[in-house]
């Protein structure tokens, strides 16, 4: 079964200061990465898929198989980068799951 | 503007008076899900939907229905609603190819007295 493990429930950081928001996963198959991001009282957005290689925001994830892991990186955090972050493995369109979330907070 | 609409934004009711929070997608998505949010749980799948009239249940399909007769809305339903289901809904949409991932709408939130 599909499992995606998220240890911290919150982090805090000073702005400026290098953030990294850890993921791990556990799927037999080829797995569907993504982070999710939600900010105070908004919808869940998507941030980053491991498929693109992509950068948002500042954000970078790179998807580790042979440690499990997707962890979401940031050189310098800003206080607008204050949200709950969701890691989420797909398996399937139909199957979406979700880790149990990051709080982050960024201070001034 | 491509989008995921649900209604209402916030719901109070008693406990097993039926309800239906309606989700519409003018993305054309073939797929369809509904999730809530609770606090130390995150995101839970309730029911999903591949097409229409093809649904599935997720990780938490007790005391819900769906139904997905036009490839656009997914209502939700919840026949006898208890102070368990209060929680925040998200329903959310995808193509059919997973990797552009889902969009999700602004949420419901539900309160079950």
């Known amino acids: 079964a599909q499992r995606v493990t998220q240890p911290e429930k919150l982090l805090s950081v000073f702005k400026g200061a290098p953030v990294e928001l850890k993921c791990n996963y556990s799927?037999?198959?080829?797995?569907?990465l993504f982070w999710y991001v939600q900010y105070s009282r908004q919808r869940l957005q998507l941030l980053l898929r491991h498929i693109s290689r992509e950068s948002i925001k500042g954000f970078t994830a790179d998807l580790n198989k042979g440690e499990t892991s997707f962890h979401l990186k940031k050189p310098f955090a800003q206080e607008e980068d204050s949200a709950m972050y969701y890691c989420?493995?797909?398996?399937?369109?139909?199957?979406?799951?979700f880790g149990k979330g990051t709080k982050l907070t960024v201070n001034p | 503007e491509a989008q995921v609409t649900q209604n209402p934004r916030y719901l109070i009711t008693v406990t097993g008076k039926k309800l239906t929070v309606t989700c519409s997608q003018n993305?054309?998505?073939?797929?369809m899900s509904w999730y809530r949010q609770d606090p130390g749980l995150g995101l839970r799948q309730i029911y999903y939907s591949m097409n229409v009239e093809v649904t599935d249940k997720g990780d938490v399909p007790e005391g819900y229905k769906v139904s997905r007769k036009e490839k656009r809305n997914f209502p939700l339903i919840l026949e006898s609603p208890s102070p368990n289901q209060t929680s925040l809904y998200f329903c959310?949409?995808?193509?059919?190819?997973?990797?552009?991932?889902?969009?999700f709408g602004s949420g419901t939130r539900l309160t079950v007295v």
């Open positions: 993305m054309n998505h073939e797929y």
């Open positions: 959310a949409s995808s193509p059919w190819d997973s990797n552009f991932g889902y969009t």
């Open positions: 799927y037999s198959g080829s797995p569907e």
């Open positions: 989420a493995l797909q398996s399937g369109s139909e199957k979406l799951v």
